[in-house]
């Protein structure tokens, strides 16, 4: 189904206030708005707070089904159920304090919530509104994978404890999330796709408010499910408790802890879980215009690309040919050059080779998006050039790489180094998927495919272990004759605790500590990590 045939089924809140035709004019400049379908006597039909549909729609929005004409209707059977499971469940099994289990089980439930509404909406459509298989089959699968993805990143809450690590993953998780909801591109930015979810959760809030206004009849019935609800409970979950202990501690570590602190947190994981689910239903009911592949704005000057871009790749090559011992001289040039140590050997470039990559990129995502192509000439100009500048750009991002590497060894690893080596491995991941570009000419997908590659690269620090690698590594350099630094140690998470307990003869200095802070886990801060530590066995305490 094309754009220009596809009915609209929802409009901003603002276009519902004075009626459908005056929030129409009034919200003209909304790409929402247009083809809202009229009913019969011309008026539109207004639902769910930003809803509109004719008296026989034949797309059912998300949040709403079919409804007599004139009917306001609440969006109970719909989202505001996910909105409110939502919110209970992020508040009561997220620690938000720590990794753990309860991150993956509350995304398993939000994204099944979203799922199961959108489904449900869609299960109206009428076979003349259905996208075809062959074009709606992609885009569906595409959010499939960017969901799992966001699935497996927080899955690494569940297995691995080291903090910094959890909370990259979760951001990454939260934008993959949003791209799940957002599906094919839009006409918006690459930066709206990746954020469009907490976005439109602002949007949302008075659409949702305007489906809390229920009728009698219907504030009645959900009143008597909750009571009903909440008879169940207070007669059978003693009975229960009572019965297996076991099944007592579970309920117990469900009851909320009523200090401040805790209420307040309660609170604020409610709001993101809630507002989080309303955001990507809006989205869903209301989705932002899709981009149209091909499309591109007027050309510039041949010239005026060309000649910067020559320049650019000239003096890298010549960078590359005349400084080749320095390049890749590593340690060997370190300790034959007078006067120069390790650090102001990787210091002294590393961060300007990194600032070099990434400009570079930058000049070649505006090359690829403004440089002309008309002709073939042009093409061939822009393939050759752009292909040249990444290449040399690969050996820049390989510079770079061997001086952070060389500082590493004379000075120790650390997660700051590592991170900054992975951004480098990224960065030139990112140069080979605009070098694939180049075969076609279009960029319109280097975006997510950057983001994509991204969070590859979380999932694979997550399985490699970072912190115990960094361990490890130290651990070697240590056992060359070169100072260890316990402190440090001692300030990683449980995931070291296998490779120090194993090779480090005084374990028990670095790893006691860490056992101190060990808390007790409630059910959805299980951790992996943390419940192996427990079961290592520590060799006998040394002097430290």
Known sequence: ???????????????????????????????????????????????????????????????????????????????????????????????????????????????????VVDRRARGGESEGDRVPEGKGRTPRRASAAWAALALLLLAVGAVRA?????????????????????????????????????????????????????????RGRVLGAVLGAVAVLAVFLPLLTSADATFAGFVEALVPDLRVESVLQWVFLF????????????????????????????????????????????????????RIVELFGGTDYVRDTGGLTSAEYARGGFWQLCACTVLTLGIMALA????????????????VLLGALAALSLVLVASALSRMWTYQEAYGFTVLRLLVEVCELWLGCVFLLVGAALVTLRSSWLPRAAIATAAGALLVLAVVNPEALIAGANIDRAEHGRPLDTAYLRGFSTDIFPVVAERLPDADCVLGPMLLRLDDDSWPGWNLSRARALTVKLPPPATC
Not at 179 to 190: E, Y
Not at 201 to 210: N, S, Y
Not at 286 to 309: C, F, H, I, M
């Open 368 to 383: 690829l998006r403004w440089a002309p192509r008309e002709t073939a000439a042009d093409r061939v100009r822009q393939r």
């Open 271 to 322: 709001c993101v879980g809630a507002f989080g689910t309303a955001g990507a239903c809006y989205l869903l009911a209301a989705p932002p215009r899709r981009a149209v592949e091909g499309t591109r704005k007027a050309q510039g000057d041949s010239l005026v690309w060309t000649v910067p871009l020559v320049t650019l790749v000239g003096l890298f090559a010549v960078y590359v040919v005349v």
């Open 1 to 115: 189904m094309t754009e220009e045939t596809r009915p609209a089924h929802a409009v901003p809140p603002a276009a519902v206030e004075g009626g459908a035709a005056e929030g129409a004019a009034s919200t003209g400049a909304d790409d929402r708005t247009e083809g809202l379908a009229p009913v019969p006597d011309g008026s539109a039909e207004l639902a769910g707070g930003g809803v509109a549909v004719a008296e026989a729609p034949p797309f059912t929005p998300v949040l709403m089904r079919p409804v007599p004409k004139s009917a306001v209707v609440p969006m109970v059977a719909g989202v505001l159920p996910a909105v409110a499971v939502s919110g209970v469940v992020v508040a009561a099994v997220v620690p938000l304090d720590r990794p753990g289990i309860g991150w993956l089980l509350a995304g398993l439930v939000v994204a099944a919530l979203i799922a």
């Open 162 to 218: 080291a903090d910094w690590l959890f909370v990259l993953c979760v951001l990454a998780a939260a934008v993959a999330g949003s791209l799940a909801v957002v599906g094919p591109r839009s006409v918006n930015t690459a930066l709206y796709d990746a954020l469009a979810v907490p976005l439109e959760a602002f949007q949302a809030i008075p659409w949702v408010a305007r489906g809390l206004r229920f009728r009698g009849t219907q």
